[in-house]
């Protein structure tokens, strides 16, 4: 739950990032995209990880 809960946090503050002035809020915004990557990346592997865990246990 807390993993989508950030995703949403960190999608709302792009997408409100992009509508305000770009000079100051620019650098917030590829920060939070750069993070946005980052943990799509861990949240891809996470699940995986959890998966071949719980596989292991049945078998």
Do not use: N
Request: net charge positive.
């Amino acid at each position: 739950m807390s993993r989508t809960t950030l995703l949403f946090f960190l999608f709302d503050r792009f997408s409100s990032g992009k509508s305000r002035k770009p000079s100051k809020s620019y650098k917030r915004l590829s920060v939070s995209t750069l993070g946005m990557l980052q943990y799509l990346r861990f949240a891809f592997i996470s699940p995986l990880f959890y998966l071949y865990i719980i596989i292991i246990k049945i078998q």
